[in-house]
């Protein structure tokens, strides 16, 4: 039997081939998503003033497993509706430049071979399985890579502050409302 090797240490030429190779992915995926067509602007989904067909798919399929046991299962699908609703609402009130990051991100998360790539799921949103995507937002929130990391939280952050903004998404997270007292004395 041989003695296992030990770890070897992360070194300069390392960081540099890994910088290397993210930069060429970056830049694969860039070229990609232009032949795709994802350099033209897509208008938004009907019904919809900011999210996109593709946008309200994504957050339709992550949203369950962002909320879990938040979501409830009683009349879940008219309250994922009101949550897309709010998440494209607040899309809208985004200045241009952070519209455009996001619009970025979505691109990522939409093209079919970026989307493999950089998310690991290969059907489109509204055919991946639940595990999939499950894998996704853990591989993406526990990534080393900074620009995944930011895409969780800005994911993440749209589901669960548009929830928690609903009443109905109070009432499923616990909160009781405002102090009666409180309320009426700053309301008075």
Known sequence: MTPAAEPTAFGRRDFLKLSAGSAALLGAGAFTAGLAGCAKQEAPAAGYAFLRAGDAALFAAIAPLVLADSLPQQGRAEHLQQ??????????????????????????????????????????????EPAQIEAF????????????????????????????????????????????????????
């Open 137 to 188: 937002l853990n591989r993406w929130r526990n990534s080393s890579i900074g620009l995944f990391n930011g895409g969780y939280r800005a994911l993440n952050k749209l589901v669960v502050g548009n929830w928690i903004a609903l009443p109905e998404g109070l009432k499923a997270v616990g909160y009781p409302g405002p102090w009666a007292p409180m309320y009426s004395a700053l309301n008075s």
């Open 83 to 128: 949550l897309l609703k709010a998440i494209d609402g607040t899309g809208a009130r985004l200045q241009a430049p952070t519209q455009k990051m996001l619009y970025q991100l979505f691109d990522l998360l939409n093209t079919g071979l970026t989307r493999r790539l950089a998310a690991g799921v290969s059907k489109p949103w509204a055919e991946a």
